[in-house]
């Protein structure tokens, strides 16, 4: 993996519609600003290279991710939530970030946080420089508790490059702030 840079960021709610939470919420998103290797090739059937990559990003993300929960005392096993995200700069295509993101990304989340039962969703787009996304969550065991369910934002102003990928990945701990949205009975 050819790292240029690396952006990681966390959000912690206090409080929502005017009032306080017994706990705060914290979502961290962290990114990594890498060389796509297949950029301006056109056409490759082949994109094992690319699952790799994506592998090897998750390991990097998910220790940059746990590192600033850490600093909050926050756990790995206190993560109930997760997403992900890529943007391919325009010498690549949409199908790069599928190979970053779906095949071998999750077994190294899943082991440094212990588990994962569910799908880690996520989403991917072409973009240019500046670009944003925004990267679902849901919780790590079961995609329909409705109290994890939310959203992260990401754009890093200086990427992607053409020739570059940004690839995030999103962990939650606490839940949506204010969550009070029940399953119909």
Do not use: C
Not at 19 to 44: F, I, Q, S
Not at 124 to 152: E, L, Q, Y
Not at 154 to 161: E, F, G, H, I, K
């Amino acid at each position: 993996m050819k790292l240029r840079s690396a952006v990681t960021t966390t959000q912690q709610t206090f409080s929502e519609a005017g009032a306080d939470l017994p706990t705060p919420t914290v979502v961290v998103v962290a990114a990594a600003v890498v060389e796509n290797p297949l950029a301006g090739r056109g056409h490759v059937a082949d994109l094992e290279e690319l699952e790799v990559l994506g592998n090897e990003a998750a390991g990097f993300l998910v220790r940059q991710a746990l590192g600033a929960l850490g600093a909050l005392g926050i756990e790995p096993s206190d993560v109930r939530g997760y997403g992900k995200g890529a943007i391919v700069g325009i010498d690549g295509d949409r199908e790069h970030t599928a190979a970053v993101l779906h095949p071998r990304f999750g077994a190294p989340v899943r082991a440094a946080i212990g588990g994962g039962a569910d799908i880690i969703p996520g989403t991917k787009k072409v973009g240019g420089v500046g670009s944003s996304i925004t990267m679902p969550i849901g919780n790590k065991d079961d995609r329909w508790v409705f109290d994890d369910m939310d959203a992260a934002d990401l754009s890093v102003v200086d990427a992607p490059r053409p020739d570059e990928m940004v690839i995030a990945l999103v962990l939650s701990a606490g839940g949506r702030p204010g969550a009070r949205v029940k399953k119909p009975v």
